[in-house]
């Protein structure tokens, strides 16, 4: 089984808003990651965590805010948010042998829409 | 300069072609290479990890040239079913860095 689910499917949300993506997966993978992409691009790296402690954050704004609740949830709370924080929400997650990391496997996704 | 390119496509070939994609990366101290092909408004998918020596699945072949920094996908008698972006990913430290992606489609 290699299935990561993300909820929800679609979300659409206005600029004061606060809502929260949810990722999951029980492959036992150590490293999870949270991308974003656009229409007609590759998916951009926003958040690393690897055992449920966040390694990488590309600069992403205050208004993103992750949190590894165990090593199966991943979560990105959203507040604020602006009308070109629309896209493509990815999750994937990664086995994790030390610092080795193997390929990743996505979820579906969150279709966001900030209105 | 992009950390990880890919010809730019799309590429239309009629099915049961051979079609190739090329992709090259900056980094020198990349450790890890995989393609994914992402379906419209789906999430990527592992197509094949790229190892040293190359490697095949099926119709699919995998080569990497760590001195030129370069990595190449072969498809054989592609089907209707390959349409789809094929990505190029790199993979140091804990950083995985998507090429642009080329678009396929193939023809009936």
């Known amino acids: 089984d290699t299935e990561v689910t993300q909820t929800p499917k679609h979300l659409v949300m206005g600029m004061t808003n606060k809502k929260s993506l949810k990722c999951e997966q029980h492959?036992?993978?150590?490293?999870m990651y949270w991308y974003k992409q656009k229409a007609k691009k590759p998916p951009e790296l926003m958040f690393v965590y690897s055992y449920e402690k966040l390694s990488i954050n590309e600069s992403v704004p205050s208004r993103f805010s992750p949190e590894c609740p165990n090593s199966s949830l991943l979560n990105l709370h959203l507040h604020a948010l602006q009308p070109e924080d629309s896209a493509l929400y990815l999750c994937?997650?990664?086995?994790?042998?030390?610092?080795?990391?193997?390929?990743?496997?996505f979820g579906p996704g969150t279709r966001l829409t900030v209105t | 300069r992009k950390e990880v390119e890919q010809d730019p496509g799309p590429f239309n070939v009629p099915e049961g072609a051979t079609v190739a994609f090329n992709c090259t990366y900056s980094?020198?101290?990349?450790?890890?290479f995989f393609w994914y092909r992402q379906d419209c408004r789906k999430e990527p998918k592992l197509l094949m990890s790229?190892?040293?020596s190359g490697n095949e699945d099926g119709r699919f072949t995998a080569q990497l040239n760590r001195a030129s920094q370069y990595i190449s996908l072969l498809i054989r008698d592609s089907k209707l079913s390959d349409s789809a972006t094929y990505l190029c990913?790199?993979?140091?430290?804990?950083?995985?860095?998507f090429g642009p992606g080329t678009r396929l489609s193939v023809l009936p």
């Open positions: 990913v790199v993979k140091w430290g804990q950083n995985f860095v």
């Open positions: 994937a997650s990664s086995p994790l042998m030390g610092q080795a990391i193997y390929e990743q496997y």
């Open positions: 790229v190892y040293s």
């Open positions: 492959m036992g993978h150590r490293a």
């Open positions: 980094n020198s101290a990349s450790q890890s």
